[in-house]
């Protein structure tokens, strides 16, 4: 309920950061605590492993997925795969997140993946495009829960000036249009900075249309 003693919530108008659209504290409270009950199923059925990249190093961020794809990646390199590491079909996209993206997303097409990133106090993600899908029309959407992370944006080739703000429990961001190649990453988690999960760390989920 807010103020007006109705159920709707006023829902923030986003920041645009070179082209990414920021809208911080999207999520209230109760609605973080509902996505992580949602997410809580979704990894009893999927449950999260440690990717190894392409060069052989196991990434520092532990991941699973939800839809018809989940992003995946090893030696043969990154990719999209229709089961988990363990044989099993992903489970499908919580309905709570596919009105997340239905609210934000501004495209017709539903995302086919929700990848889901659990980082760790120590964890980050070095710079990186989001280019393993078919059609870039088509945004990628993160919504952040748990610990603060800071998110840096970059450019659409590596190098360059960039800018960083930190990503919040409740944090929906769109990367879209102009903006979809452009080089972004995690460089920190703030530890303890967010009570939602009792042992603390950070999840970030990406909504993709794959095909
Ligand atoms: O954790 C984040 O906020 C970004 C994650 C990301 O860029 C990715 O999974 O491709
Ligand atoms: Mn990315």
């Known amino acids: 309920m807010n103020e007006s003693g109705d159920n709707s919530v006023i829902r923030p108008a986003p920041v645009e950061i070179r082209g990414f659209r920021h809208y911080a504290a999207w999520l209230t409270r109760d609605e973080q605590a509902a996505l992580l009950a949602d997410l809580r199923g979704v990894l009893a ?43 099993v079909d992903w489970p499908p996209i919580p309905d709570r997140i596919l009105g997340i993206w239905t609210a934000v997303s501004g495209v017709v097409r539903a995302p086919e993946c929700c990848l889901i990133n659990y980082y760790p106090p120590d964890a980050k993600m070095g710079m990186h495009q989001d280019r393993d899908e078919a059609d870039f029309t088509q945004p990628v959407v993160s919504i952040s829960l748990g610990d603060d992370g800071l998110f840096r944006i970059g450019n659409e080739t590596r190098g360059g000036s960039t800018q960083s703000l930190w990503l ?44």
């Open 45 to 87: 059925a999927a449950p999260l492993f440690s990717p190894i990249t392409p060069s052989g190093k196991p990434m520092s961020v532990r991941m699973t997925s939800a839809g018809r794809f989940g992003w995946y990646s090893d030696r043969r390199g990154y990719r999209y795969v229709e089961q988990h590491p363990s044989g």
């Open 168 to 211: 919040r429990s409740g944090d929906v961001m769109v990367m879209g249009g102009a903006a979809r190649l452009r080089y972004h990453g995690i460089d920190r988690i703030a530890p303890d900075t967010c009570a939602l999960m009792p042992k603390g760390g950070r999840i970030n989920l990406t909504l993709r249309v794959v095909t």
